[in-house]
């Protein structure tokens, strides 16, 4: 047991109750010491026990030691008398490490003077004719460097004036010895420090882990003059410590050795995060191994000094130094050692953070590379900082010949003419000197026959400071296109559709000028007259099929609403950047314009003035005009059931509707057509549901829409059917 | 309506529409001058500059936007009004007309004949 105790002693400096005894000086004591954090070491953990009780061994007014007392089962209670006892004890024992303090410095005193005896060399002395000896020690600090000695050839007393001459001497003398000796230590502490400053060197400059381990190796056997050394790391897949590198060892052991956390003197470093040796692992029964390693370690060194390869409070991996002999190692070397594993932590911890940041610079680099939209990354002084392939592609230029280049410069390059330069120019000035703002918008490349919807984001560091933005690019020249041709073709059929009808409308116009026309056609030409052309309901029936962007062409509100309402300001994420005009590029307004801001006086009747937009075409109808505010357009797509609302619209409308506008449009839909019941049955029945006689007794015989849409006068009240449904009534 | 009688010349291919304006036109003591394409019109113009040119844009042999683009690039035309009566309604359409030099547009769906013939004569009043 005692053997066993003395084979561990106990690192007081690493102990709970270290503190604890030297501030207070007064005894510890625990009756539970297995669980009690104050006596976490490895002593209590091999030896269980109950109670504990440790006294502090007082010595010249400080604490030499500690002497414990133990309790195996019994929790343990003191009484006053039991600790007085303790305590007398433990007085009596720094009695005896105070006299065995007293006798080890009588001894090393012996031993000075014995040298200094030897030093004067009598024998020698007589054999050279010397008779008379002087000798003085070199002594400094208290510590005996040597002896000065003066001999001369006559017998001769030396005076006390002499002997203080030669003490004068002899201390000038250790006092020189003495900074030789400094200078060697500064010498070798400044060589220490190159070869440390080197591998920091390395380190600077390396991100390769094993280049940097290898200098760590290398400097270990240079610095502390071993003759081998290694790092371990842990190595999930093989289950245990491995050497990651390593110099002058057995490469079986280089290859197959794979330490259990705790096992060896590399094992236990990594699992008791401190340094651990052994001067020589063949007397050192606290070494354990596994039997099947046992061929291993019959090759390895006998000398061990290892220390924990730790960053941040995380064990890397362990450095070791070996000697093929036995060595006592020292605090010296295990600080030195402790220095370079401080190295390899940071190099190892470096390549670790940089394996993973290459690993996410990859990943982002293949989305960046694979995403469908062009994106550039654009500094703040307005240069490509980062652009991928698809960006490249849509501007035709090679995506590493971007970077660098200032991005009005890129986009000059696809200039078709001044004009569309310098209005491309002046946007992107104002992108830059308000990046902080998103924005979006087309832009035309005309060289390339090509349109860009682009959008810009400011980008932002961690801190939220702005650092540039993020241009992306998506092709929409194939959309631009179809809308463009969709455009067209409306404008086209709408225009034939209008030319006929204008023919006809000017030739009444004409027709109700002469003088000579009967009543009865005048009638006649002022009813047709007052029927309005088909285009409107054309342009209605068309906004309810065409894409959204043709309807916009068409001055139709994709969202079934007025114009005034920018459907963008409902996004909220586009604040208006700058203007710029169609071509080129073009800048949005995100933020919608106050209702009614675009409504302008109503233009010249039937005419269209330069600079005027859509909104204020005038509808140009007889008798809509007054309380219409937005035009015809609006017009075209009031609700049914909402006409009450716009009489000057609907004057005189004749046709009460009964069925609700959705199951209206859903029969329209199902492909029924408005019919008309007869009051009763009469000759025409086959004939007239088509059709209702408007314009009183004389009687004109118009389709039924046009009928709902304009009639003032209808002459018969009957229902009118969509299906089987009653869409409305004719009142008569 | 001044004391001078002012010459129209009318671009226009369309039948109907051609004698509807011609005839109010004339009613209100314009004199009219009709062509029946784009390049006659051209021609009319270059002969006997007119003190304004209607001009219909989709018309044979020449389009109504290249007529008014040789008529702004001939000092002699350039400075005769032209007014485009089409029943395109387009907003392009307007601008490509306005910025080659039209002095109004005018969509003749929209328009009845008295309103032509008040704003003719304002046009021509005002060149006076």
């Known amino acids: 047991m005692m053997e066993a105790f003395l084979s561990h002693p106990i690192p007081l400096g690493e102990q709970g109750f270290r503190q604890e005894i030297w501030e207070t000086r007064q005894p510890v004591f625990s009756d539970d010491v297995y669980s009690d954090p104050r006596f976490n070491f490895e002593l209590f953990r091999t030896f269980r026990h109950q109670s504990g009780l440790v006294l502090p061994l007082l010595l010249d007014d400080s604490v030499a030691g500690a002497f414990y007392f133990a309790w195996w089962k019994a929790k343990k209670v003191f009484t006053r008398r039991e600790l007085e006892l303790a305590e007398n004890v433990a007085a009596q024992v720094t009695m005896v490490l105070r006299h065995a303090r007293l006798f080890e410095r009588a001894d090393r005193e012996w031993r000075q003077l014995q040298v200094l005896f030897d030093a004067l060399d009598r024998e020698g002395a007589r054999e050279h004719g010397f008779h008379a000896c002087l000798g003085v020690p070199l002594q400094i600090q208290g510590q005996i460097l040597g002896c000065l000695n003066v001999y001369a050839k006559v017998r001769r007393k030396f005076s006390p004036e002499d002997i203080s001459l030669l003490s004068v001497l002899g201390d000038q003398a250790a006092l020189a010895i003495h900074k030789a000796q400094l200078y060697e230590e500064t010498r070798a502490q400044k060589e220490e420090a190159t070869k440390l400053y080197g591998i920091t060197a390395h380190l600077a400059t390396t991100l390769d882990v094993d280049s940097v381990l290898d200098q760590v190796v290398a400097k270990t056997i240079d610095l502390l003059g071993c003759d081998a050394s290694a790092v371990y790391v842990h190595d999930e897949a093989r289950g245990g410590l491995v050497v990651r590198r390593g110099r002058h060892l057995d490469p079986a052991i280089v290859r197959d050795l794979v330490l259990k956390p705790g096992e060896g003197v590399a094992g236990r470093a990594y699992q008791e995060r401190r340094p651990v040796s052994t001067a020589d692992r063949l007397a050192d029964p606290a070494l354990r191994y596994q039997t099947d390693h046992d061929r291993l370690i019959q090759s390895a060194p006998r000398a061990y000094l290892a220390v924990p390869v730790s960053v941040r409070d995380e064990v890397l991996g362990v450095l070791v130094c070996y000697y093929f002999a036995a060595h006592q190692f020292s605090a010296k070397e295990a600080q030195l050692l402790s220095s370079l594993a401080a190295h390899a932590a940071i190099a190892m911890d470096n390549a670790r953070h940089h394996q993973a940041v290459m690993l996410q610079q990859n990943r982002l680099s293949q989305i960046f590379d694979a995403t469908s939209d062009g994106m550039l990354l654009v500094s703040p002084a307005g240069r490509v900082e980062t652009a991928n392939r698809r960006a490249g592609d849509l501007l035709a230029i090679k995506a590493s010949d971007l970077v660098g280049n200032e991005l009005t410069e890129v986009l000059a390059w696809h200039r078709a003419e001044g004009a569309d330069y310098r209005r491309m120019f002046s946007a992107l000035r104002s992108l830059v000197q308000h990046q902080e703002d998103a924005a979006e918008g087309d832009l035309e490349l005309r060289s390339l026959k090509r349109i860009l919807h682009w959008v810009s984001q400011p980008t932002r560091d961690r801190a939220g400071e702005h650092c540039g933005y993020t241009l992306t690019f998506h092709d929409v020249t194939h959309e631009r296109e179809v809308s463009q041709m969709k455009s067209d073709f409306v404008s086209f059929v709408t225009h034939q559709l209008r030319t006929p009808l204008a023919g006809i409308k000017w030739m009444l116009e004409l027709a109700a000028q002469e003088p000579e026309v009967p009543a009865d056609a005048a009638s006649y030409i002022g009813d047709a007259r007052e029927a309005d052309p088909a285009p409107d309901h054309a342009r209605e029936r068309a906004a309810r099929h065409l894409p959204a962007g043709a309807r916009q062409a068409h001055g139709v509100d994709p969202a079934g609403g007025s114009r005034d309402h920018d459907p963008r300001g409902a996004r909220g994420d586009r604040r208006p950047r700058a203007g710029a005009p169609a071509s080129g590029l073009r800048l949005h307004r995100g933020s919608p314009a106050p209702r009614g801001a675009r409504r302008r006086a109503a233009a010249p009747p039937g005419g269209h003035e330069p600079g005027l937009e859509r909104d204020q075409v005038h509808p140009g109808r007889r008798g809509h005009r007054g309380p219409v505010r937005a035009g015809r357009r609006h017009a075209a797509l009031v609700h049914p059931r909402q006409r009450h609302r716009h009489p000057a619209l609907f004057p005189g409308a004749a046709v009460r509707e009964v069925l609700p506008g959705r199951e209206r449009e859903h029969a329209r839909d199902r492909g029924h057509r408005p019919r008309v019941l007869p009051r009763a049955p009469d000759h025409g029945a086959a004939r007239r549901p088509r059709l209702v006689r408007v314009g009183g007794g004389r009687g004109l015989d118009l389709p039924l829409h046009a009928a709902a849409r304009g009639a003032r006068r209808v002459t018969s009240g009957r229902r009118v059917l969509l299906g089987d449904r009653v869409a409305g009534i004719l009142e008569g | ?128």
Not at chain 2, 33 to 51: F, H, N, Q, S, T
Not at chain 2, 53 to 67: T, W
């Open chain 2, 1 to 128: 309506m001044g004391d001078a009688v002012r010459r129209v010349l009318l671009a226009e291919d369309d039948r109907f529409l051609r004698k509807a304006a011609e005839t109010a036109l004339k009613r209100h003591g314009f004199t009219v001058v009709a062509a029946v394409d784009g390049e006659e019109a051209l021609r009319l113009a270059r002969a006997a500059p007119p003190d304004l040119v209607l001009l219909d844009l989709i018309m044979p042999r020449m389009q109504g936007f290249e007529v008014l683009r040789a008529l702004k690039a001939d000092p002699a035309t350039a400075p005769i009004p032209v007014v485009i009566l089409s029943n395109l309604g387009q907003d392009g359409d307007m601008k490509q007309a306005m910025d080659a030099g039209a002095a109004g547009y005018f969509v003749k769906a929209n328009l009845s004949l008295q309103d032509l013939v008040k704003r003719v004569g304002e046009l021509v009043a005002e060149r006076a």
